[in-house]
C-alpha cells in the first residue's frame, strides 16, 4: 500500500485556470506538508498542517490554499494559474510535529502551465 | 544566499568509490537531515542527526555535523549505480513558528558509473 499518496501524477492546464491536487496518507500520521520543486530542483515548504490546522504558511501566493478535511488528507487549490507554478509539488507527512520526525514523500505532482 | 548551501552540486564517481556530499547553514539548527531523490521520484528519508551529535552511521552511510563550522556531510562508501541520485539536506532551525523552519539545500546530483 502507498503510504502518501498524491493525485493527479500530471496536471497540465492553461494559464488562468483553477486546479486542485488531492494528497492522502495512511500511516495515521498527524503532520502534512505542501513543497514546491522548481526546474532548478530546489524544494520549498509551503504549508504545514497539523490535525488539521494550519501551521506553517511560508510566503506564497493567496491564490494557493490548502484545505484538509481530516489528518490524512491535504488537498492544494490553486487559483489564477500563472506559468511561474509550473513546478512540481510534494506532499509530505511525519508522525508528529515535533523536531525530530522524518517526513515522508508522496511521489509528486508535475504542473506544467501554458 | 540562502540557508542550506551544499557542494558540490554534482559528483560522478565510479562504482565501488565512496561519494562525499557536503551541507552548509547559516543559524544554529535543532536537527538536520539527509534525503534521496530518484530521477522523477519522491524524497526518501536517510538519515537524521541532532545538533548535539558529532555522526551517525546506517549501513553504508555515515553523516558527520560540525556545528561550529555550521556545516554537515554525508559519506556514502563503497558506492553503487543504484545511488545515482539526488541528495538533499534538510534543516530544522529557529525562526518562523515556535516549531521552527524547515529549509532544504539546493541538492547534490551523484551519478555512479558502473
Known amino acids: 500500500d502507498t503510504a502518501v499518496s498524491q493525485t493527479p501524477k500530471y496536471l497540465v492546464t492553461q494559464m488562468g485556470n483553477d486546479k486542485s491536487i488531492k494528497c492522502e496518507q495512511n500511516l495515521g500520521h498527524d503532520t502534512m506538508y505542501w513543497y514546491k520543486q522548481d526546474s532548478k530542483k530546489f524544494l520549498k515548504i509551503m504549508f504545514s498542517?497539523?490535525?488539521?490546522?494550519?501551521?506553517i504558511n511560508e510566503t506564497v501566493p493567496n491564490r494557493f490554499s490548502p484545505k484538509s478535511p481530516d489528518k490524512a488528507h491535504l488537498n492544494l487549490h490553486i487559483n489564477s494559474l500563472e506559468l511561474g507554478d509550473s513546478a512540481v509539488y510534494f506532499c509530505a507527512s511525519s508522525q508528529k510535529l515535533g523536531y525530530y520526525n522524518e517526513q515522508f514523500f508522496g511521489p509528486g505532482t508535475r504542473l506544467t502551465v501554458l | 544566499s540562502q540557508q542550506g548551501e551544499e557542494d558540490p552540486q554534482a559528483l560522478s564517481i565510479q562504482e565501488g568509490e565512496n561519494a562525499t556530499m557536503n551541507c552548509s547553514y547559516k543559524t544554529s539548527i535543532n536537527n538536520l537531515q539527509w534525503y534521496r531523490q530518484n530521477s522523477g521520484r519522491g524524497l526518501v528519508h536517510l538519515i537524521l542527526i541532532r545538533s548535539n551529535e558529532r555522526e551517525k552511521h546506517s549501513g553504508r552511510l555515515r553523516v558527520t555535523l560540525d556545528t561550529s563550522k555550521k556545516s554537515s556531510s554525508l559519506l556514502i562508501t563503497a558506492s553503487r549505480a543504484a545511488d545515482t541520485a539526488s541528495y538533499f539536506c534538510?534543516?530544522?532551525?529557529?525562526?518562523?513558528?515556535?516549531?521552527?523552519?524547515?529549509?532544504f539545500g539546493q541538492g547534490t546530483i551523484l551519478t555512479v558509473h558502473p
Open positions: 498542517y497539523n490535525n488539521k490546522e494550519l501551521i
Open positions: 534538510l534543516n530544522r532551525h529557529a525562526g518562523g513558528t515556535s516549531y521552527g523552519k524547515l529549509t
